[in-house]
């Protein structure tokens, strides 16, 4: 099973991962959701969820396909600088990240959007909440953006996120993944 890596914090936007985990994991997909954080200590969500991540900075998995890091309210928290070692081990590796909402500040803070097609929240807040953030060239106003090794999404994208997800990991494609987006989006199968 090739492994997916969520990464969580104290805090973590429960909501944005959850409709690419909840398809990644089925059955027969050949994929493996797995948590990690910076630390082992269990995290909450938003929501309240008390999640005990499967992996730290220290112990995860050396193979991976995708590492998807949702936002929250920790991304700003010091302590959270450290996780740019490991997003530096997946561009190094080509180890597409997927960030959504305020990770995607993160990203822009530590110049992993410097060269890359990206969104974020809006432009004003990723400059506001990244002062290090040099990619305004590569920033476009969507949903949802796939660049190469390089996902991004707004905080009210969690659908279109998913979509980009599923198709870079082949998941769901064409019609189907189309299929399965519709569904979500408009609240009902078309017959």
């Not at 973590?12 to 630390?39: H, K, L, P, R």
């Not at 991540?53 to 991976?64: N, V, W």
């Not at 998913?162 to 082949?170: F, N, P, Y």
Request: hydrophobic share 35%; glycine share 10%; aromatic share 10%.
């Amino acid at each position: 099973m090739k492994k997916v890596l969520v990464f969580i914090t104290d805090g973590f936007a429960d909501w944005e991962a959850s409709y690419v985990t909840a398809e990644i994991n089925q059955a027969g997909t050949g994929y493996e959701v797995e948590t990690m954080a910076i630390d082992k200590e269990p995290k909450v969500s938003m929501g309240g969820l008390k999640v005990l991540p499967d992996h730290c900075l220290e112990d995860y998995p050396s193979e991976f396909e995708m590492l998807i890091i949702p936002g929250g309210t920790g991304w700003r928290e010091e302590k959270h600088v450290q996780v740019k070692k490991m997003v530096e081990y997946c561009f190094e590796q080509d180890i597409t990240v997927a960030a959504i909402c305020d990770a995607t500040t993160f990203l822009g803070e530590h110049g992993f959007l410097d060269d890359h097609k990206h969104t974020g929240n809006s432009l004003s807040y990723l400059k506001e909440g990244a002062p290090h953030y040099r990619g305004e060239d590569h920033y476009m106003e969507k949903q949802s953006v796939s660049d190469g090794c390089v996902i991004t999404a707004n905080g009210t994208a969690a659908l279109e996120f998913s979509r980009d997800i599923l198709r870079k990991l082949g998941v769901l494609e064409g019609e189907k993944l189309e299929e399965w987006y519709e569904m979500f989006k408009g609240g009902f199968v078309k017959s």
